[in-house]
């Protein structure tokens, strides 16, 4: 009994690990979202506060 508890348990987390890898429909748009300048994520349709700032 507590080897098909432990196996069913193991299979379990095999499908979670599977689904883990899989890429999701709206993880291409956020990475879109990001500046390629310093990383950050840009909300709304303005520029990135990073260009904001005077270089130094």
Known sequence: MLVK???FF????AVLAMFG????PGQRKL???KC???GA?????GPCPCKDKKSS
Request: charged share 30%; aromatic share 4%.
């Open 5 to 7: 508890i432990v196996t």
């Open 10 to 13: 193991l299979i379990g987390m």
């Open 21 to 24: 890898r899989l890429r999701l």
């Open 31 to 33: 990475e879109a979202r």
């Open 36 to 38: 390629p300048k310093c």
């Open 41 to 45: 994520y840009r909300i709304g349709k």
